[in-house]
């Protein structure tokens, strides 16, 4: 069933009992006053009464919790409102009756007693009502012991309607204990008050006109009740014997007493309650204020309105020095010209404690703005607004009184700061990681075209077999090789390092790129080949790059090697006839250490002839200064141990077990610098067809 | 990590380098070599007894002030070196256009040289 199904039905089947509850009451008295037996059972009119309190507790239960907002003092609306409505009817029915006089109608006894029944349906009525919002209000904010309590307060209570209803007499006395024992359990009930806190100043005031007018309620139906009801009228239904109603009369009563007093009591001490409540909002407001398509302008904004009203400044100002020169402010109650003069002053007479840390912030300052003409601050308290260890601004509170700030409120504003920093880091970190991801993708694309640069397939001859690898320690690196094919016999080979790593060497690997594709064509000696390139480079490197290279130039016709070295590694050498391994020692420079034409004069033509199996090895420094942990360098040895070792392979698994070796040393695979290494191994020539 | 002192020995400037010369620690040196030779001192000894790893960034520095050396006629020279420091000044060639002496001795004397 549906709730407001329930809501409805419970009011029918209430409205239902009490009728009958009416009609077998006066029927029971016509019949007792005129000595007849009714067949009436005496106890079906409290019975019936029992049944119409049940159901419209009952409906009252279902009423209330289906408010959604706690809005208290519309609940205590809603039952004065119910209130007054039940005492309206309840004094019609007064006049009415003064209004018969002494008439023989005045005192039909089936009219008082009908009377009475109204008036004891509406007190019913108003009284579960008031408890059913007592409920809500005592519930506010429960705990489980608490709930435990008041399952127990409610359950004696329903039970008490049972007991009205026993078929054998208990002595007057039980009931009177039973009144007791809930009256105890309503006092103890009564101490949550929970929801006082919750109000605001105006709504405590409210809720102290509503609750002394439901007292009200109560006091004149208690009397209407209790008071002037001859007993020997109404023979059914003494209030006394009900210890419902009676205990639910106290109870509503004492509650409501407690209510108004606590409430009263609380009424000095709200404004800094709702104060308090206020400074949690606005640190909630503060942390959540900026997202990254806001400004960090309202996280300044918030600060200066959470400040002013933290400490209940009469102006404040928020400074905020820009790039340009000029400065942002954020105002309130006080112009420019007024913020110049104050700031002008402190710095003319050199007064501390106001914008520099580390001092005292309680320092009396009501002698120095006396002297400010026109205005009429006596206290000032000043904040550096730092984010990440910069000072990005002040904030000023003034105040109008002398020492208006004493140590708490100063510790307030400084978390109101520390928050509003952390929101603008926040914000400034996150459109910092914006920026880097799009960094990253733009050294993406680097990546991607850089290695485009390398070539996939390097120019080989009938005479011998290559393989290449590189390894960059950043997204884009410096080394580079590269082969072009002069003529049918002539291949020429290149390995260079641009000094230094990542996007520089990168741009300047680009540019050694396009020396070598243009000077290539030029079939010239490995020696003017480098003369010329030096003389390129060097119009383009900055002052503190270079660029060391070896060029091949690898004769098919006369079994040569021609090379000339720029400050690179010296080339490892494998001699198939003597099985011996050696560095090339020959003199050279790198390229763009000396710009001028002296150059030439430390470059030397060197010549290689080569034989079948015989191995020549080219790396960048990436390899052989490669550090183990111990900080020991891989080295030249170690390297000629391991080409020698693997001699035999081809080129692509020398280069393997080279790299691998190289790894097992470093026991890493993140090198700290680019790496590359050709293997060139020399074969038999094929047979001519 | 590097540290570098500058001490003055009757007309000699002396910049003594201790540690590794990496990217960053270069710029060290550099500031330190360009106080040197725009202090208008004649002599100028770097030595290097306690560098223990130069970087390409590093050899960039050295290699900088070749030509400012050569055109204030500053005589500047580098001693001390570890042979593997060395070699790597000679693989890149820097020791053909700078003046290296294995010792202070050596590298005095050769600054007094008139």
Known sequence: MSQKVIIRLSAGFAFICWLLYLFTDLFLLFSQSNDINSGIHEAIPTLMLNLFIASLYIYYRYKVNRVESVNFTDLLWNIFVTGLLATLVSLLLRIFVAALGSTTLAQNIFLIDTFYIINLGLVSIFLVAVFAVWKRLILYQKSKFLLKIWTTFEYTLMLSLVYNILPFKLPETYSLYYVILLVLMGLFLSVNMRWVAYLNFKQKWKSILLILLILLYLGYFGNTLFGNIDPEITITNTIWGNVFLVALIAFTFLYALFSLLVILFNLPTSSVFEQKLEEVLNFQRLSQSIQPDQSEGQVYQILLDSAVSAVMADAAWIELPREDGSTEYFQHQINDKEINQIKTYIDKNNITGVFDNNTDKSLKMEKHLAKLKGQGFKSILGFDITVQDKKIGTLALLKEVADGFDKETTNIIKTFVSQAEVSVENYRLLNQAIVNERYKEELKIAQKVQSSLLPDQLDANTDFDISAFSIAADEVGGDYYDSFRINKDKVILIIGDVSGKGTSAAFHMSQMKGVFQSLAQLDLTSKDFLAKANTAISNCLEKTSFITTTVFIIDQSTKTIEFSRAGHCPTLYYDSQEKTTTYFTNQGLGLGILRSDDFHQYIEINKQSYLPNDVMVLYTDGITEAQNRKGDEYGYDRLRDTIKAHINETPKTIQKRLIEDLYSFTGTEFIDDDYTTLILKFKEEPESI | ?114
């Open chain 2, 1 to 114: 990590m590097i540290d570098i002192k500058t001490i003055k020995e009757d007309d000699i400037l002396i910049l003594n380098v201790v540690g590794d010369v990496d990217a960053s620690s270069s710029i060290e040196l550099d500031t330190a070599l360009k106080a040197a030779i725009e202090s208008k001192e004649g002599k100028i000894l770097v030595d290097c007894a306690n560098l223990n790893y130069i970087s390409s960034a590093g050899l960039g520095v050295f290699m900088s002030y070749i030509q400012d050396i050569k055109a204030n006629n500053i005589k500047l020279v580098i001693c001390g070196l570890s042979e593997k420091v060395y070699n790597v000044f000679e693989i890149l060639g820097l020791h053909q256009l700078l003046t290296i002496k294995s010792t202070t001795v050596d590298a005095k004397a050769y600054l007094n040289e008139v």
